[in-house]
């Protein structure tokens, strides 16, 4: 029996610290209050729930990989919200100082391996974030491994660390699922998508007008491919439920309104006139 309320006793208890350690009052008068991606930190617990650790060690492993999770997230925010020169520098200092602290919480544990497994997660997200921002991409294939592996390496990684692998492709559609779903709603609601831009790129590349001044079909077709990636991912993540071990009811619970909240193709964009 699978012990669903321990595992929300855990999260809620290990959100709680990560909380406080990125509520620092004078950087959140300049940047947006860090966003905890609260579907990593539920795979990180699920994942260490079943193995030998003890509360303290899957707090510690948490606490760790969710900080620099949210130092790599926080960097790639600069260009965004950097209104003036002490915005932009405060941003770079908070995902530094995010970073600093997952090194001495880790460099605590004296977990030299666990160390070196993340470094290369995060070498790994940074390559991929150069790929997709310098749309220096060989194909669609291309542009959505890269997405892919900005979203799951991190965790990846540390199931690695941990020899439980199993779950390297199932999260990895799953992560690649979710950002594929807020990109499609960031294109609806702003017209604004890094996934959309390079997708445009690729598929129109002497079209040089802004995103919102396709034709609606040429809009209609990005969002064609990128359900396509949402049904391939739909599919990995729908078999992956029946066959990972020990999946506890509070993650396959939020996998599947995950799994509900996509809506497969419609002529959404209409021509005007």
Not at 18 to 47: A, G, N, Q
Not at 79 to 107: H, I, M, P
Not at 239 to 259: A, F, T, V
């Amino acid at each position: 029996m699978i012990r669903v309320q321990d595992i929300r006793q855990k999260f809620t208890s290990i959100k709680e610290q990560i909380d406080k350690r990125v509520s620092d009052s004078y950087l959140l008068e300049y940047i947006k209050t860090p966003i905890i991606d609260e579907d990593k930190l539920l795979i990180l617990i699920s994942i260490m729930d079943r193995l030998e650790l003890s509360f303290s060690e899957i707090q510690n492993y948490a606490l760790s990989t969710m900080l620099i999770q949210i130092a790599l997230d926080t960097h790639e925010h600069i260009s965004n919200d950097s209104k003036d020169e002490k915005n932009r520098q405060l941003t770079v200092l908070a995902g530094d100082y995010f970073s600093g602290l997952y090194y001495k919480l880790l460099a605590e544990s004296e977990d030299i391996m666990m160390i070196k497994s993340l470094s290369k997660g995060v070498k790994e997200v940074n390559e991929n974030k150069i790929f997709v921002y310098q749309s220096n991409l060989e194909g669609i294939e291309k542009l959505m491994a890269c997405i892919m592996r900005i979203e799951s390496s991190l965790l990846t990684k540390l199931s690695d660390y941990f020899k439980v692998d199993l779950w390297n492709d199932f999260l990895a559609n799953l992560l690649l699922f979710k950002r594929l779903l807020n990109e499609k709603k960031q294109y609806f609601h702003s017209e604004s998508s890094v996934l959309f831009e390079s997708l445009k790129k690729m598929i129109f590349p002497s079209n040089e007008s802004k995103l919102e001044e396709l034709t609606a079909e040429q809009r209609n077709h990005l969002v064609q491919i990128c359900d396509h990636y949402l049904e391939l991912s739909k599919q990995v993540i729908e078999k992956g439920l029946k066959q990972i071990p020990y999946l506890n009811d509070l993650l396959e619970k939020r996998i599947k309104l995950l799994l509900n909240q996509y809506q497969p193709y419609a002529k959404t964009f209409v021509e005007e006139g």
